[in-house]
């Protein structure tokens, strides 16, 4: 099975839908489960104590995020890590999953209409284009 799963929650309901379904994989495998929330930073900050700032806050938003996944995971018998990231979603997940040697990430699908898809393209798409690990999209 799985020996190191992450889950992605940008506290959306579907991010809790794949949360249940991450949580229900570790219990399976017998593993611990780890969390990311990545807050999004300005692509071009002014200076370095915007970026502090930015960080702060998205760490601050992520509480209630981070509170409420790990009084689920409990409840489950579940062991959750939780981390807060900056930057941009897509290549802090990456990043993270390749930096802890995750074999499995699951997300939720957020449905943006097939125009959107077309030009901008959703994040899990991103994903599973650029994960080096499984990626499993729960709706």
Do not use: W
């Not at 915007?50 to 409420?68: D, G, L, M, T």
């Not at 290549?91 to 209409?113: Q, T």
């Not at 599973?128 to 690990?133: A, E, L, R, T, W």
């Amino acid at each position: 099975m799985y020996s190191k799963i992450l889950v992605g929650n940008d506290g959306s309901e579907s991010a809790f839908r794949a949360l249940a379904a991450a949580i229900e994989l570790a219990k399976r495998a017998g593993t611990d489960l780890h969390m990311i929330s990545v807050e999004h930073l300005p692509q071009f900050p002014a200076t370095i104590d915007e970026v502090i700032e930015e960080k702060k806050f998205a760490n601050h938003r992520f509480a209630e995020v981070v509170s409420r996944s790990s009084k689920i995971a409990a409840h489950a018998g579940i062991k959750l890590h939780c981390h807060v990231a900056a930057g941009h979603v897509v290549a802090a997940i990456v990043d993270f999953v390749k930096a802890n040697g995750i074999d499995l990430l699951v997300i939720g699908f957020m449905g943006h209409s097939r125009l959107y898809n077309a030009v901008i393209g959703g994040t899990a798409d991103r994903l599973v284009d650029h994960c080096p690990c499984a990626v499993l999209v729960v709706k």
